[in-house]
């Protein structure tokens, strides 16, 4: 499995970069076909200018002279006409493009396993859909115009230059080497500082919003002073390749100056001598001066144009590690099962180790289990026994490395994950909730929910009073990641949007542990008639969570230690039993506390 350091190869990168040209070839053909014309019409123009010159200088008829001009009018219109027409046509292609990237990334995201956002960076994944994808568009746009057009504005204007006079031609063309180099070093430079600037933009934001969202606690521990310089060095570094980039951008129109002032001067000399000897006529001065000056701008751009190409190329080579990366769990091509699941879950002799952690020792071992639909099976055991990971296997979240799970009698790799999933809702450890409305999490399984649907999910998981209290009750937009509410009320709100699903299988895992014991009362009281009729997993540290389960597992250490009812648990004296006992010693003791705190 390739992480985020490896990177990869450029071929495999340009062939997907191919791909989608060759997905939008009809442009590409079209825009080929306007440049050609473009670069035909523009270099026409020098020579109707010389044209036109030579007529007036012979002093031709007035009419013969207008009709001159009336082409040269024509010509220029048309190209001014098609430059338009294959530009727009280039820079649109690569907006399509940059469109089709960004929707292929964004499916492609949804669809990585977990595992993948273990490896990967938030920052570094929202950097490829942003920066660099910017970065192939520029390659696709201004890039590719220039290094598709340039070559064959260079061929025509040197064969038109060697027609008109082939060793005014030639020594025109000497300082162009030179000039090229130039222009390389400086598109460089260009290129160097408005990267440095990007970047220093980025720090800065990340800075910026990292602070804010731990505003809390930089406060809490007054480093707002530390936080402020580490800012302004950020600030600092950035202003200095600002103004680098100032300054480079400014030397521009003046070494532009340098190129057509070089060659004109080879012109006069060099010209002026061919016309004394009268191999050249006078007209074909202003000719080659014209055409001096159509190289001048896209030589002096190709330094720049080659460094954004570069850098596109490895921005591209950035977006395909990102599309390389394998979605873990797909469908195999042509599965065709159930629309939804019934509820009978049964685990026959599972093992599972997370990805990549090979050697170790498996997050599960050999766990047998069954049950049945309908019926609620309790998960406990001390952190990081497994029951986290043993509830994430009944959606289908990761391959078991030996064993089989079925759910409603079918082997979990026979059922389409939509379906999988639609009959399935798990309520996580640490919940998440979107910056909307409160009845938008909750209804975030069901679009197009009825309020009705999301009014009793939140009764069903305690919720109701509690929404009476916020400023605009059901509406209340709650803050990024719900910063709005308190963990309890996050928690029932991730529970009311498991709820408002309406899942054949619900799955809690540790879903109350930040509510206070008399709100856990009322919740399982509610809840007894929400499981009615579902198979429900419920994963808790709590013994007090679980102890009117129809099954109760003990995990230990990856493997299940004791099962059974609560009664014969406490029985028999094990592990289940010094759980319970701790625990309520634990609660007497916080009564106790309040007690005296009151
Ligand atoms: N995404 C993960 N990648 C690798 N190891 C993990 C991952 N999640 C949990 N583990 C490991 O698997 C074991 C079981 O974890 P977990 O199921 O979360 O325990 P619990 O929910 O009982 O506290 C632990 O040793 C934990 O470190
Ligand atoms: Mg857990």
Same mark, same amino acid.
């Given at each position: 499995?390739?992480?985020?350091?490896?990177?990869?190869?450029?071929?495999?990168?340009?062939?997907?970069?191919? %791909?989608?040209?060759?997905?939008?070839?009809?442009?590409?053909?079209?825009?080929?076909?306007?440049?050609?014309?473009?670069?035909?019409?523009?270099?026409?123009?020098?020579?109707?200018?010389?044209?036109?010159?030579?007529?007036?200088?012979?002093?031709?008829?007035?009419?013969?002279?207008?009709?001159?001009?009336?082409?040269?009018?024509?010509?220029?219109?048309?190209?001014? $006409?098609?430059?338009?027409?294959?530009?727009?046509?280039?820079?649109?292609?690569?907006?399509?493009?940059?469109?089709?990237?960004?929707?292929?990334?964004?499916?492609?995201?949804?669809?990585?396993?977990?595992?993948?956002?273990?490896?990967?960076?938030?920052?570094?994944?929202?950097?490829?859909?942003?920066?660099?994808?910017?970065?192939?568009?520029?390659? $696709?746009?201004?890039?590719?115009?220039?290094?598709?057009?340039?070559?064959?504005?260079?061929?025509?204007?040197?064969?038109?230059?060697?027609?008109?006079?082939?060793?005014?031609?030639?020594?025109?063309?000497?300082?162009?080497?030179?000039?090229?180099?130039?222009?390389?070093?400086?598109?460089?430079?260009?290129?160097?500082?408005?990267?440095?600037?990007?970047?220093?933009?980025?720090?800065?934001?990340?800075?910026?919003?990292?602070?804010?969202?731990?505003?809390?606690?930089?406060?809490?521990?007054?480093?707002?002073?530390?936080?402020?310089?580490?800012?302004?060095?950020?600030?600092?570094?950035?202003?200095?390749?600002?103004?680098?980039?100032?300054?480079?951008?400014?030397?521009?129109?003046?070494?532009?100056?340098?190129?057509?002032?070089?060659?004109?001067?080879?012109?006069?000399?060099? %010209?002026?001598?061919?016309?004394?000897?009268?191999?050249?006529?006078?007209?074909?001065?202003?000719?080659?001066?014209?055409?001096?000056?159509?190289?001048?701008?896209?030589?002096?751009?190709?330094?720049?144009?080659?460094?954004?190409?570069?850098?596109?190329?490895?921005?591209?080579?950035?977006?395909?590690?990102?599309?390389?990366?394998?979605?873990?769990?797909?469908?195999?091509?042509? $599965?065709?099962?159930?629309?939804?699941?019934?509820?009978?879950?049964?685990?026959?002799?599972?093992?599972?180790?997370?990805?990549?952690?090979?050697?170790?020792?498996?997050?599960?071992?050999?766990?047998?289990?069954?049950?049945?639909?309908?019926?609620?099976?309790?998960?406990?055991?001390?952190?990081?026994?497994?029951?986290?990971?043993?509830?994430?296997?009944?959606?289908? $979240?990761?391959?078991?490395?030996?064993?089989?799970?079925?759910?409603?009698?079918?082997?979990?790799?026979?059922?389409?994950?939509?379906?999988?999933?639609?009959?399935?809702?798990?309520?996580?450890?640490?919940?998440?909730?979107?910056?909307?409305?409160?009845?938008?999490?909750?209804?975030?399984?069901?679009?197009?929910?009825?309020?009705?649907?999301?009014?009793?999910?939140?009764?069903?998981?305690?919720?109701?009073?509690?929404?009476?209290?916020?400023?605009?009750?059901?509406?209340?937009?709650?803050?990024?990641?719900?910063?709005?509410?308190?963990?309890?009320?996050?928690?029932?709100?991730?529970?009311?949007?498991?709820?408002?699903?309406?899942?054949?299988?619900?799955?809690?895992?540790?879903?109350?542990?930040?509510?206070?014991?008399?709100?856990?009362?009322?919740?399982?009281?509610?809840?007894?008639?929400?499981?009615?009729?579902?198979?429900?997993?419920?994963?808790?540290?709590?013994?007090?969570?679980?102890?009117?389960?129809?099954?109760?597992?003990?995990?230990?250490?990856?493997?299940?230690?004791?099962?059974?009812?609560?009664?014969?648990?406490?029985?028999?004296?094990?592990?289940?039993?010094?759980?319970?006992?701790?625990?309520?010693?634990?609660?007497?003791?916080?009564?106790?506390?309040?007690?005296?705190?009151?």
């Amino acid at each position: 499995m390739s992480g985020p350091a490896a990177s990869r190869p450029l071929r495999s990168a340009l062939r997907r970069l191919g %791909g989608y040209i060759n997905r939008n070839r009809g442009f590409y053909a079209i825009w080929l076909a306007a440049t050609l014309a473009y670069v035909a019409a523009f270099t026409a123009i020098p020579r109707l200018v010389g044209h036109t010159i030579g007529l007036v200088d012979a002093g031709r008829p007035s009419d013969e002279i207008a009709a001159s001009i009336g082409w040269l009018v024509a010509v220029t219109l048309a190209s001014a $006409l098609v430059r338009f027409f294959s530009r727009t046509l280039v820079f649109n292609a690569a907006r399509e493009i940059e469109y089709e990237i960004r929707n292929d990334i964004f499916e492609h995201l949804e669809r990585l396993p977990q595992s993948f956002y273990a490896r990967w960076r938030t920052g570094d994944i929202m950097s490829r859909c942003v920066n660099d994808i910017n970065a192939v568009r520029l390659l $696709l746009g201004v890039g590719l115009l220039n290094i598709v057009q340039t070559p064959i504005l260079y061929v025509a204007v040197i064969s038109m230059m060697l027609a008109v006079n082939v060793k005014v031609a030639l020594m025109v063309l000497l300082p162009y080497p030179l000039f090229i180099l130039i222009a390389r070093t400086f598109g460089r430079s260009v290129h160097r500082w408005s990267l440095a600037t990007q970047e220093g933009l980025a720090d800065l934001s990340n800075q910026l919003q990292e602070t804010i969202s731990g505003i809390a606690v930089v406060k809490a521990y007054a480093m707002e002073g530390v936080t402020a310089e580490r800012f302004a060095a950020g600030n600092q570094r950035l202003f200095h390749s600002q103004t680098r980039l100032v300054r480079a951008n400014a030397a521009m129109p003046a070494i532009v100056m340098l190129l057509p002032a070089a060659a004109t001067l080879i012109v006069l000399v060099v %010209g002026g001598q061919e016309i004394v000897a009268g191999r050249m006529a006078k007209a074909d001065f202003f000719t080659f001066v014209m055409y001096i000056y159509n190289l001048t701008f896209p030589t002096f751009i190709m330094g720049w144009v080659v460094a954004l190409a570069q850098r596109g190329a490895a921005s591209m080579q950035r977006i395909d590690e990102l599309l390389s990366e394998q979605p873990s769990i797909a469908d195999p091509p042509g $599965l065709t099962g159930p629309e939804t699941v019934r509820g009978d879950i049964e685990f026959r002799n599972v093992t599972f180790r997370y990805p990549g952690q090979d050697g170790r020792d498996p997050a599960l071992r050999g766990v047998d289990l069954t049950i049945p639909a309908g019926t609620t099976l309790g998960v406990v055991g001390p952190v990081g026994s497994g029951k986290s990971t043993l509830a994430s296997l009944i959606p289908h $979240l990761y391959e078991v490395e030996d064993g089989q799970i079925f759910i409603g009698g079918d082997d979990i790799n026979r059922i389409p994950l939509a379906a999988l999933r639609r009959s399935i809702a798990v309520v996580p450890q640490e919940s998440f909730l979107f910056s909307m409305s409160l009845a938008q999490n909750i209804a975030f399984g069901v679009p197009n929910a009825e309020p009705q649907a999301v009014l009793s999910a939140a009764a069903g998981a305690q919720l109701d009073k509690d929404v009476d209290e916020l400023p605009n009750g059901y509406d209340t937009v709650v803050g990024e990641r719900g910063v709005m509410l308190s963990g309890g009320q996050r928690q029932r709100t991730a529970l009311a949007r498991a709820l408002a699903v309406r899942p054949q299988i619900l799955i809690l895992d540790d879903v109350l542990s930040a509510v206070d014991a008399e709100t856990e009362a009322d919740i399982q009281r509610e809840l007894a008639e929400v499981f009615r009729g579902r198979t429900v997993v419920v994963v808790s540290s709590r013994v007090s969570a679980v102890r009117n389960a129809d099954q109760i597992v003990v995990l230990d250490d990856g493997r299940i230690v004791e099962r059974g009812r609560h009664a014969a648990l406490m029985r028999q004296g094990g592990m289940y039993a010094r759980l319970a006992s701790e625990q309520a010693e634990e609660e007497a003791l916080r009564g106790a506390v309040a007690e005296v705190a009151r």
